[in-house]
């Protein structure tokens, strides 16, 4: 059974840093590009950053770069996202996922609020 079990978010005053964790199961973990995504409420879930098998690759939005930072540690099937400089534009829910998995499969997310 496919499972993502998001975690490290949580409340940061602008500036601050957080560090995401994304544990991933039921699969093949090394073998798949992963990706980090969020949704803001009332708004459509975002791509924020992507990284391919072995890490040699990665991409970002617009938004996070030079920012933020993705990678993986594909011993311990785990994704992760590090965030600093964080603005309130950041405040939302973020979720992992798999590239071209499916049917596509989704954790609760981790809510990560930027606010003074």
């Known amino acids: 059974q496919v499972q993502f079990v998001e975690s490290g978010g949580g409340l940061v005053q602008p500036g601050g840093s957080l560090r995401l964790s994304c544990e991933a199961s039921g699969f093949m973990f090394s073998v798949y590009t992963m990706s980090w995504y969020r949704q803001a409420p009332g708004k459509e879930r975002e791509f924020v950053a992507g990284?391919?098998?072995?890490?040699?690759?990665?991409n970002y939005v617009d938004s996070v770069k030079g920012r933020f930072t993705i990678s993986r540690n594909n011993a311990k099937n785990t994704l992760y996202l590090q965030m600093n400089n964080l603005e309130p534009e950041d405040t939302a829910v973020y979720y992992c996922k798999a590239d071209q998995l499916t049917p596509a499969s989704w954790g609760q997310g981790t809510q990560v609020t930027v606010s003074s």
């Open positions: 990284i391919t098998r072995f890490g040699t690759t990665t």
